[in-house]
Structures are given as structure tokens and as C-alpha cells.
């Protein structure tokens, strides 16, 4: 049997009653599978959707929903239809269904939006229709096989029922759990990374848990939002290194020194003078946009430094993104 003879062709029979673990199944093949596509196997992607021999299963939702989008990712348009149309046919107002077969009508000329299809959506088959995020929620799971069935001791209905969705829940938070060790250390590694590659001369580079600041080891300003010459190579050579870097937040914090009678906290329009022109020279040397960069004041009692003349300075605050 070939992958687009592998959805059933005829007028599905209603949805059963399902026993409690038929959900918590759904969802582990259904994250096996997403794992697969994501990983670019759409072949072991089909398999996993199709390999389950409990109807409950490969006739949910979820697992029915996903096998339509692996079958359109391979260009498989007609199969992709049917296991769409067979989710509406059970669920009539199911809108990710009509969504797509609205867009495969659309992409193969069909339907009353065809014309305005062909103008708007030019697209290939393999990005038709994208896999769904909702569905699952940790991408990188991949479970073990389950043993025979008949390696199993028998149990009774009951029993076996509590049995297998007790395993269930128990693979799914391990799967969870290792998912979010993954990218816990793709956090550590993207803000390690970033910390050496924007650490330049004259500044104290801090790795915290989500963050990376570049602390200036010496004032950058001589009064008011005035960068000396110093100051504006200092922000250029980190605006440089910037300027490679992707999926990043820049935020800069302006300081000010402590003045005798003035407010010890609440921060002031001066710190924020600062860090806005701190912001320009950053965005001029990278070539980010100025927009992209977020300024604020910082608390006067949040100073870097013990002196004056070193708090006329601004801190950056670099925070990446990663992918969950």
C-alpha cells in the first residue's frame, strides 16, 4: 500500500465512544509524528500516523488533522483532501478542516475563490499547508516503542485501561521534561555564544539566566547626553558586534550620577537622554534599526559603579531568542 492509498476512501462512520486513554494515545502519536516532519522525514511522519491498529486512535482529530497536513507537505493533494473531508464529515464545523480544503481548491484551481487564488497564493505543494503548532506542544519528543501486545500480561478491562493511561501520562511528562531540558540548553548555549562574541575592550561582559549585559568600565558621557570621544568608540566597537547577531532584543539602560539633594530613586530624564543617544550610536555601528532598540532609565540606585564621573554611562541588555 503506497503513503496516498493509506487514508480510507469511503464515508466515515461515526465517532465511537472512546475509552479514557484514546486522547492521551492521539497525542503521543501525534507528537511522534510532528517530531519526524519537523525533523524533514514526512515519510516517518506518515508511519507513525498510520503504524496504531486502534481505530479510536488513527481516526482522531488530532491524528486525522495532522496526516491531511504531512500528505499536503508531500505534495499529496488528493489524500490530503480526503482525511480533511473525512474531519468534516464527523465535525462539520471543524474550521482547520475547511481551511484547508479551502486552500487545496484553491492551489488546484477548484472552487469560486480559484481565480483569486491563483493570483495571491503561488505557492509549491510542500508549502500548501504548514503543520500545525497547536497540536503539539514540544517538537522534539520521540517515544519508544511500545511492546507487543501480546507480550503484555492479560488484564482486565478495567485495569488495563488505568494501566495504559497511567503509562501514558507517565511518558508524556517524560517527554515534557526532556523537551524542556533541550531547550534550557539551547538557552545556555545561544546566551554563552553571545556573551563571548559581544565581549569588546573596556567593557565587563555579565551572563545571567536569560540575559547577556554589557557593563562599561568607564563613563561614556562628560555631561548631560554628551558622548565623549572615548564613549561613542566604546558603544561603536559593541554596536559592530552586534551587528551579525539575530533574533535579539536590545534594550539600554541610561544611568546618572548621584547628585546631593537629588531623588535617590525614580531614575531621570537625563539617564534616559543617554540611553537614547547611546541607542543611536548602537543602531549606526550595527546597522539595526533604531526602532528595534528599547531605552529606559535606570534607577539611580541601580548604578554600576562607586563613582560619579563612571555612572555617566548606559548599560545594554541583550536577550536572544530561541526556539522553544
Not at 494501566?163 to 511528562?173: G, H, K, S
Amino acid at each position: 500500500m503506497t503513503a496516498t492509498e493509506s487514508v480510507p476512501q469511503t464515508v466515515p462512520e461515526p465517532r465511537m465512544d472512546r475509552d479514557p486513554g484514546t486522547d492521551l494515545r492521539a497525542e503521543l502519536v501525534v507528537a511522534r509524528a510532528s517530531a519526524a516532519a519537523r525533523a524533514g522525514d514526512l515519510d516517518a511522519a506518515l508511519r507513525e500516523l498510520n503504524r496504531c491498529d486502534d481505530p479510536a486512535v488513527t481516526r482522531h482529530h488530532d491524528v486525522t488533522d495532522l496526516r491531511a497536513r504531512v500528505h499536503a507537505q508531500r505534495g499529496e493533494l488528493a489524500a490530503a483532501e480526503r482525511c480533511w473531508q473525512q474531519l468534516l464529515d464527523e465535525h462539520p464545523q471543524d474550521e482547520s478542516a475547511a481551511a484547508g480544503l479551502d486552500r487545496l481548491r484553491r492551489f488546484r484551481g477548484r472552487g469560486p475563490a480559484a481565480a483569486v487564488g491563483r493570483a495571491r497564493h503561488r505557492f509549491r505543494p510542500a508549502v500548501a499547508v504548514v503543520l500545525c503548532a497547536g497540536a503539539v506542544t514540544a517538537a522534539t519528543w520521540a517515544l519508544a516503542p511500545q511492546p507487543p501486545s501480546d507480550a503484555r500480561e492479560p488484564q482486565s478491562g478495567s485495569a488495563a485501561v488505568a494501566r495504559d493511561e497511567r503509562d501514558v501520562r507517565q511518558e508524556l511528562t517524560e517527554q515534557r521534561e526532556r523537551a524542556a531540558a533541550a531547550a534550557e540548553a539551547r538557552r545556555t548555549k545561544a546566551l554563552d555564544a553571545l556573551a563571548k562574541a559581544v565581549r569588546t575592550p573596556g567593557t565587563r561582559v555579565e551572563r545571567h539566566e536569560d540575559s547577556v549585559q554589557v557593563v562599561f568600565e568607564q563613563g561614556l558621557f562628560s555631561e548631560a547626553a554628551e558622548l565623549t570621544r572615548t564613549g561613542a568608540a566604546q558603544l561603536a566597537r559593541v554596536g559592530e558586534r552586534l551587528a551579525g547577531q539575530r533574533n535579539l532584543r536590545v534594550g539600554v539602560l541610561g544611568h546618572i550620577a548621584q547628585v546631593p539633594g537629588a531623588p535617590a530613586s525614580g531614575g531621570s530624564v537625563t539617564s534616559l537622554w543617554r540611553a537614547m543617544a547611546a541607542a543611536r550610536a548602537l543602531s549606526d555601528a550595527s546597522g539595526r534599526p533604531l526602532a528595534g532598540f528599547s531605552v529606559a532609565s535606570a534607577e539611580q540606585r541601580d548604578a554600576p559603579h562607586g563613582t560619579d564621573a563612571a555612572n555617566r554611562t548606559v548599560t545594554v541588555i541583550l536577550t536572544p531568542h530561541t526556539a522553544s
